[in-house]
């Protein structure tokens, strides 16, 4: 990943200089340490750093602002969606045993620079596991991951029901089963 020094006097900036946390590698092993979990308002990206924990969605959505305050808009937040399943995350393995599909479309957000991926969400190598398995990619802006990229995921997994019907699902049912999922991952 590019590094570069936190000299921007913005909010995130400095918010992280008070963290101790001076330069952007810095800044994102910083946010990587930090337990995955939900914040109160998904909106206020600076919750990861006062609640001490975010998702994907909210701890690259952050590292991306950071990175565009200090005017490096080539490190581009990507929505990647993937076929979650046992085999990406393992302890996923009970929860897809008695299920009518194998895997679930979900959406990932992650950093990319120079064509590379990367995952700030926690330490785990979890991208390696969720890369093969990537059906779709989108730069977003970050003040998309409140809103586009709940779109582009129902949307997704819209089509992908149409092409599964012995799922036999709708999208709410599907969208329950996701939050579900999304619950046992921040156990």
Avoid at 168 to 186: A, H, P, Q, S
Wanted: glycine share 6%; net charge negative.
């Amino acid at each position: 990943m590019k590094n570069f020094e936190l000299s921007s006097s913005e909010l995130y900036s400095v918010a992280f200089r008070d963290q101790g946390v001076h330069s952007f590698v810095e800044a994102c092993n910083y946010i990587a340490q930090l337990p995955y979990g939900r914040n109160a308002n998904r909106e206020d990206f600076s919750l990861v750093l006062s609640e001490r924990r975010g998702t994907s969605s909210s701890k690259h959505a952050l590292l991306a602002e950071l990175a565009l305050e200090n005017g490096r808009p080539e490190v581009e937040l990507i929505a990647g969606i993937f076929l979650m399943s046992g085999e990406t995350h393992t302890k996923l393995v009970p929860f897809f045993e008695n299920k009518p599909y194998a895997s679930l479309p979900e959406c990932h957000c992650y950093l990319r620079y120079k064509g590379e991926r990367f995952d700030f969400t926690d330490t785990s190598e979890t991208l390696k596991r969720i890369i093969p398995k990537l059906v779709r990619e989108q730069r977003i802006d970050p003040g998309q991951v409140c809103d586009w990229k709940i779109v582009i995921h129902q949307d997704y997994l819209k089509r992908w029901l149409n092409r599964n019907p012995a799922v036999g699902m709708t999208l709410e049912e599907i969208w329950k089963d996701r939050e579900e999922v999304i619950t046992l991952l921040g156990k």
